[in-house]
T-cell receptor, first 114, second 112 residues
Framework: GAVVSQHPSRVICKSGTSVKIECRSL??????MFWYRQFPKKSLMLMAT?????????EQGVEKDKFLINHASLTLSTLTVTSAHPEDSSFYIC??????????FGPGTRLTVL | AQKITQTQPGMFVQEKEAVTLDCTYD???????LFWYKQPSSGEMIFLIY??????QNATEGRYSLNFQKARKSANLVISASQLGDSAMYFC?????????FGTGTRLQVFP
């Protein structure tokens, strides 16, 4: 069964609004979780590493004020897309690490900004 | 710099046949891990198989096997006895510190 859940699976919002995406580790306490972004027909690009109890580590080129990450508990990380614009429309996927450094992914959230 | 290359944007295979999806990598780290993931049209990323850089034998998981050739820096995925449900995008990835670096993917289509 699924080990990582994401909510919502789809969201449509108006430009300028903020959207929060939740990522939950269902079977394992995860001190580290990861957020990826995937454009259509493209590969996954790591946006940030979410660390429980501390600040997220963002990849180069990712705006930390735009994509707010909160990892307040060992089972929940949230990504908030602030003041969303149409170019933020994408597929956002989170993951947690497994025993062999493999990552288990959530089902993804498709964000559409009108 | 770490890099993963998948040179096949698309592959076709007939049902019940075997297919090989290519993956080459570049790293200067002596310790690394290589992964294959399947992404069906639903979007979820499904972990298939893992190969560690120090593993002496090629990894196998059911119908999936990883042809690991360290000197050539290749980690090809072999799917035996293809099924219609194998139609999906397949991504090769490499672990670098805690992060995964993904290739551009190969779209596999299995036809009857």
């Amino acid at each position: 069964g699924a080990v990582v859940s994401q909510h919502p699976s789809r969201v449509i919002c108006k430009s300028g609004t903020s959207v929060k995406i939740e990522c939950r580790s269902l079977d394992f306490q995860a001190t580290t979780m990861f957020w990826y972004r995937q454009f259509p027909k493209k590969s996954l690009m790591l946006m940030a590493t979410s660390n429980e109890g501390s600040k997220a580590t963002y990849e180069q080129g990712v705006e930390k004020d735009k994509f707010l990450i909160n990892h307040a508990s060992l089972t929940l990380s949230t990504l908030t897309v602030t003041s969303a614009h149409p170019e933020d429309s994408s597929f956002y996927i989170c993951s947690r690490q497994g025993l062999y450094n493999e990552q288990f992914f959530g089902p993804g959230t498709r964000l559409t900004v009108l | 710099a770490q890099k993963i290359t998948q040179t096949q944007p698309g592959m076709f295979v007939q049902e019940k046949e075997a297919v090989t999806l290519d993956c080459t990598y570049d790293t200067s780290d002596p310790s690394y891990g290589l992964f294959w993931y399947k992404q069906p049209s639903s979007g979820e990323m499904i972990f298939l198989i893992y190969q560690g850089s120090y593993d002496q034998q090629n990894a196998t998981e059911g119908r999936y096997s990883l042809n690991f050739q360290k000197a050539r820096k290749s980690a090809n995925l072999v799917i035996s006895a293809s099924q219609l449900g194998d139609s999906a995008m397949y991504f090769c990835a490499m672990r670098h510190t805690d992060k995964l670096i993904f290739g551009t993917g190969t779209r596999l289509q299995v036809f009857p």
